[in-house]
Nanobody, 110 residues
Framework: VQLQAFGGGLVQPGGSLKLSCVASGIDLSIGVTGWYRQAPGKQRELVAA???????TYVDSVKGRFTISRDNAKNTVYLQMNFLKPEDTAVYFC?????WGQGTQVTVSS
């Protein structure tokens, strides 16, 4: 099983990024897949999750700005991040049961 997260980068406040989590050896369309983030000196937190039937949940701080989605044909889960803020700066990870992706750095700075 392998999860590969990519799409991070440096963006100005108010900008957008789209993260991708590509899986092999596990079916992301079954069960829950989540995006987490960890900022320096802080605990890792759940940012968004999507279920088998497509139900989604978000941490309050990203509601209305981030959207999690899934492409079953590509076995990929996405995190569209709009109106990014400096406090969104963190390493973002995708997770499926006990499997974690390697993380991708998102830096929001002018």
């Amino acid at each position: 099983v392998q999860l590969q997260a990519f799409g991070g980068g440096l963006v100005q406040p108010g900008g957008s990024l789209k993260l991708s989590c590509v899986a092999s050896g596990i079916d992301l369309s079954i069960g829950v897949t989540g995006w987490y983030r960890q900022a320096p000196g802080k605990q890792r937190e759940l940012v968004a999750a999507i279920t088998t039937v497509g139900s989604t949940t978000y941490v309050d701080s990203v509601k209305g700005r981030f959207t999690i989605s899934r492409d079953n044909a590509k076995n990929t889960v996405y995190l569209q991040m709009n109106f990014l803020k400096p406090e969104d700066t963190a390493v973002y990870f995708c997770r499926k049961v006990e499997y974690w992706g390697q993380g991708t750095q998102v830096t929001v700075s002018s």
